[in-house]
């Protein structure tokens, strides 16, 4: 096979991996919250309480991050020392199943079968680290970081369309047989795809020179990365950041329902509605990276994105928050690309995989944490969670702003 085209094909998958993972989780917030929510809910008895069944759907969206805590790690470094490909063949077969598990457990009604899909989805999520990775490991240093900064585009077109695919294809008013399992189907079945690309077309990105031959346990070694002191501090802000995020991302589905009486067809327009502007905030990335460097690049949108959760809590009327939170999600694109720009452009080649494995670990943690802990403050009041979201992003912006002083001051020296 032209080696070019192995390459080109290579690059494709890698992207298609990550895209798949991201659209995944959009498919879990759009379906999960109805089905759960409805009355005559399948999965849990009709006299539940909505505080309860609010506590039920930020569990259901920690379940997956929860595992994805501990898998991510480890599948990020196995593929540092035994190359990317196997790695994925294993982490693709094991999403493949454990979205089919999903679909099963959602036909027969039942809510433990669900939740042990969502973990064992989890727990297999690693294919997202191994694939920016590669990534990296194929990139010319000077493309490194549009490359890497393409990742925030792609999880942008991820969460555009994955949510018309959920809402449509669990709707049987749209097609007679479709139900709520319908999307997890076809997710199962487009991972097996990829599974298919990884088998017969995709190389290996990691030559055995580059590959690392430490022998230490997984997760220790992981935290060595933390000897790289100056990557320490923004690859923590880069993680700490996304707890902000996901009190929003993981509520906002919830609070449309209970606060604006969203169907389950609207949460889909507005999650692609929302998507729409993390993509072209990903294009917009992509294009500055290559003229400013990615870490003064990141202090307007991380100001945007606090400023744009308080106007979001403050809406009375829907065209307020649609506009706003199109803000947060084109501010938040180009804060994650900024950071894989920055991670990328200071951690060495061979500590890559590493890095990503930390900051996926990291973001699953505050993924587990941040849907129930907004579930469970809602009860307050129901726009507190985006309140909590602004405040602790402005917070990251200030020790961001501390960081790059002292790291610039340092490097002039």
Not at 229 to 251: C, D, I, K, Q
Not at 363 to 388: D, E, K, M, N, Q
Request: net charge positive.
């Amino acid at each position: 096979m032209d080696k070019q085209f192995n390459r080109t094909i290579t690059f494709f998958t890698l992207y298609l991996i990550f895209f798949l993972d991201l659209a995944g989780v959009a498919i879990v917030l759009v379906v999960f919250s109805p089905v759960i929510l409805q009355a005559n809910s399948p999965l849990i008895a009709s006299e539940t309480t909505l505080h309860t069944r609010n506590l039920i759907v930020g569990f259901l969206f920690a379940a997956y991050p929860l595992t994805q805590f501990f898998g991510a790690p480890l599948i990020g470094e196995l593929s540092d020392r035994y190359g990317r490909r196997p790695v994925l063949l294993i982490s693709n077969l094991g999403t493949t199943l454990a979205f089919a598990l999903t679909a099963y457990a959602l036909d027969r009604g039942s809510l433990v079968l669900v939740f042990i899909g969502r973990l064992a989805a989890g727990l297999f999520a690693g294919n997202l680290t191994v694939a920016q990775a590669g990534v990296s490991d194929l990139s010319a240093p000077h493309d490194r970081p549009r490359r890497m900064a393409l990742f925030s585009a792609v999880g942008g077109i991820a969460w555009m369309v994955a949510p018309y695919i959920g809402s449509l294809s669990s709707d049987d008013k749209f097609v007679s047989w479709f139900s709520y399992s319908t999307p997890f189907w076809m997710m199962a079945a487009l991972f097996f795809i990829i599974l298919l690309f990884l088998l017969f077309f995709v190389q290996e990105c990691l030559s055995e020179r580059e590959r690392s031959h430490e022998g230490k346990n997984p997760f220790l070694n992981l935290i060595s990365v933390f000897k790289l002191t100056h990557l320490r501090t923004p690859l923590l802000l880069g993680t700490l950041v996304m707890l902000g995020w996901m009190f929003f991302e993981g509520f906002i589905g919830t609070y449309l329902i209970q606060k604006f009486h969203f169907t389950e067809v609207w949460i889909g327009n507005a999650f692609a509605f929302f998507a729409l502007f993390w993509f072209l905030g990903g294009l917009f990335a992509n294009v500055l990276v290559k003229k400013l460097s990615p870490d003064r690049l990141n202090i307007v949108p991380l100001i945007f994105a606090s400023l744009s959760m308080f106007i979001i809590g403050l809406a009375t009327k829907t065209p307020l928050l649609w506009i706003f939170a199109a803000v947060a999600n084109f501010a938040m694109a180009n804060v994650l690309a900024c950071f894989f720009g920055i991670f990328t452009k200071l951690a060495p080649e061979e500590e890559l995989g590493k890095v990503f494995g930390l900051w996926t670990a990291g973001f699953a943690l505050f993924s587990a944490i941040g849907p129930p802990f907004a579930g469970w403050i809602s009860r307050y009041a129901l726009a507190l969670p985006f309140y909590v979201a602004g405040l602790w992003i402005l917070l990251i912006f200030f020790l961001y702003l501390k960081w790059l002083f002292i790291w610039r001051n340092r490097a002039e020296k």
